[in-house]
């Protein structure tokens, strides 16, 4: 059981690239979410999705993009990389439902750093 | 909206002893829930414990317990007899019944560091 995989784990980006970060579960979950860490914070909701073909904005959508054709998958697109995509990117995904207290389960994190 | 506050950027105990990590939150709602995650050095995000805002009795797991005290919208770890495996950033959660798709909201972290 693979549970959350995220592609790739480190990635250097020159500024104004572009790039996709792949995110993919295997334990059939409807919600995925994607959250940024910078040093020092807490994780912050970029975007979430509900169930394929459903996606909204969370806290700090500006300069990503994201789609969910399946439920298995989740990419994050950045436009134009800024010195301020720095940051180590997380995968989440959770069964949810009528109960609210389930697990996150979160994939290893890509380390991206614009130049 | 809601915010959740860890005042403790870092601590450090001994291994064997015993050490509380702080958070409280803020929030309107009177129906939510709170988690406990660890992120050791490997970056993975591991829940360490959860919490029904609803249930009066404290969670534990093995030697991870909580103090929920919903009053005062606290809820600290505790973590017993400290291994060194224990050291890692432990960040608090909060989970509202109509937050965004059910996100977490994350507070700044707790880097632990365990002593032999």
């Known amino acids: 059981n693979a549970g959350v995989t995220q592609t790739p784990k480190f990635r250097i980006l020159k500024i104004g690239q572009s790039m996709t970060l792949q995110c993919t579960q295997d334990m059939n979950h409807n919600y995925m979410y994607w959250y940024r860490q910078d040093p020092g914070m807490g994780l912050k909701l970029i975007y979430y999705s509900v169930g394929a073909g459903i996606t909204d904005k969370g806290e700090v959508p500006n300069g990503y993009n994201v789609s969910r054709s399946t439920t298995e998958d989740f990419p994050l697109r950045l436009e134009l990389a800024a010195p301020s995509q720095t940051s180590v990117y997380f995968c989440a995904s959770d069964e949810l439902g009528t109960r609210m207290n389930t697990e996150a389960f979160f994939g290893q994190g890509t380390r991206l750093t614009v130049v | 909206a809601q915010t959740v506050t860890q005042s403790q950027p870092e601590m450090s105990v001994q291994e064997a002893e015993t050490v509380t990590l702080s958070c409280t939150y803020d929030t309107s709602e009177s129906d939510y829930y709170l988690f406990w995650y660890k992120q050791p050095p490997s970056r993975q995000m591991i829940l360490v414990i959860r919490q029904e805002a609803y249930k009066q009795q404290n969670a534990t797991e093995n030697r991870f317990s909580v103090n929920f005290q919903k009053a005062a919208k606290s809820f600290s770890l505790k973590i017993s007899d400290s291994q060194l495996g224990d050291a890692a950033m432990y960040f608090c959660?909060?989970?509202?019944?109509?937050?965004?798709?059910?996100?977490?909201?994350f507070g700044q972290g707790t880097e632990l560091s365990v002593k032999p």
């Open positions: 959660a909060y989970r509202g019944l109509y937050n965004q798709g059910g996100k977490l909201i």
